[in-house]
């Protein structure tokens, strides 16, 4: 599985920055356990974004092509670091390990955006800019409204991550129900296309014209008692 071989490169890691005593190969030890660890958080981090996400879409991991590839070339350094270690420092050997890891990362990591974004698709809820710029100015859905236009710049902001980590994962999760939950309690059952026109123009700078102010607008506002909200002006023009 993929986390094995995230395993598989750490264990190598930990190996290598305990070659670290070595005085003689100290420096090049230092940069290739380096590039280990760097290598063994990408790997971390995809592979718990594929597992989160694969749980949460009903989907079965699947190993990458590379991935077998990558975890010969770890095994060949691995035993040339035992055999000779002045060689395989010095040799192409990691050059192979670091060519053939970055490839199956790249494998991993596009699995693990290509989930994310199928995920976010699939649970993001539609909601209406419309509906809300029109009950922007609503006393009784003012707070709801401001709540929700916060919640989807969470959620937009989240979903631009390349490889969310499991935390973003859950917060965007949160955010998701809890956009839910406040759309939930607005009542856009009610609004039609007249009542919607004349809200979003008595909001504007402009304001509302009185042929907008129909039968339906004026029943709606009476039904919550806003009639008194809303003023008539004399128009500049």
Do not use: C
């Amino acid at each position: 599985m993929i986390v094995d071989a995230a395993k598989t490169l750490k264990e190598v890691a930990d190996e290598v920055s305990l070659l670290r005593r070595s005085q003689q190969h100290g420096q090049a030890l230092a940069s290739r356990a380096s590039a280990l660890e760097a290598f063994v958080a990408r790997a971390e981090l995809a592979t718990r974004t594929v597992d989160t996400l694969s749980q949460r879409l009903a989907e079965t991991p699947s190993r990458p092509a590379q991935l077998a590839t990558a975890l010969g070339a770890i095994d060949r350094w691995r035993a040339a670091l035992d055999d000779d270690l002045g060689q395989a420092l010095g040799g192409d050997l990691f050059a192979e390990v670091q060519d053939s890891v970055e490839r199956a990362l790249k494998d991993i990591e596009r699995r693990a955006a290509s989930a994310w974004q199928r995920y976010t698709a699939q649970v993001t809820p539609e909601t209406s800019a419309e509906i809300l710029g029109a009950l922007a100015a609503d006393p009784s859905a003012r707070s709801t409204v401001l709540s929700i236009r916060r919640l989807a710049e969470v959620i937009r902001s989240l979903r631009e991550r390349a490889i969310p980590s499991p935390d973003d994962i859950a917060a965007f999760d949160d955010a998701v129900s809890n956009l839910r939950a406040a759309w939930s309690t607005l009542d856009v059952a009610s609004l039609n296309d007249e009542v919607v026109a004349f809200l979003r123009a008595a909001n504007s700078d402009r304001g509302a014209s009185l042929s907008q102010l129909t039968g339906p607008v004026q029943t709606w506002l009476a039904e919550r008692n806003l009639e008194s909200h809303y003023v008539i002006r004399p128009s500049d023009s």
